[in-house]
């Protein structure tokens, strides 16, 4: 896989991804652009702002060592227990700072911006979490897909087209004849 040639000035950049299967699958919504832009300003409102059982925080590589770009974790579910927390703050954060650094690495992002730009990274990990490792894997490489994805400007309008017939997804599939003209 080349690896997408970034734009000079990410003012905004969309991505998703969905990885694995089962309870400890990954679906990941990236927002990269820049700190002095709308990603910046909604980087800056989302963690002053948390709400009950939503905490936004700052990834890390290990304590004291944020990925570059700074990314904000915001899960998009409460912690559902303790040991669902820790699917949470450990592999699933681990998962997301790793995928970030692998974005810088493989140039999804470009490595002279790291310290201009940010990333908010709204990431699902499911209550029934159940392989800390799988966790990880799973947001690692759904987080470094979604980056990607944003970067080259993913989905192809194509792709959204041909998909709307018969949409799917993990708790879903629409029957293919489910399609009506308006």
Excluded: C
Excluded at 36 to 56: E, I, K
């Amino acid at each position: 896989m080349t690896a997408p040639q970034p734009t000079a000035e990410p003012v905004m950049q969309l991505g998703e991804s969905f990885v694995g299967d089962g309870v400890n699958a990954a679906h990941i919504n990236t927002v990269y652009g820049l700190r002095n832009g709308p990603v910046g300003t909604a980087w800056a409102t989302a963690l002053a702002g948390p709400s009950a059982g939503h905490v936004p925080f700052v990834t890390v590589l290990a304590p004291s060592l944020p990925v570059k770009p700074l990314t904000l974790f915001v899960t998009k579910s409460a912690p559902a227990g303790d040991e669902h927390g820790n699917h949470i703050w450990g592999p699933a954060q681990a998962g997301v700072a790793a995928g970030v650094a692998d974005a810088v690495a493989d140039g999804s992002i470009d490595p002279s911006l790291t310290d201009e730009t940010a990333i908010i990274a709204a990431v699902w990990v499911n209550p029934g979490a159940d392989d800390a490792d799988a966790v990880y894997r799973n947001n690692r490489l759904a987080t470094r897909t979604a980056l990607s994805n944003g970067a080259s400007g993913l989905p192809a309008l194509d792709d959204v087209l041909a998909a709307r017939s018969a949409p799917r997804n993990p708790f879903y599939s629409a029957p293919a004849d489910s399609h009506q003209e308006n």
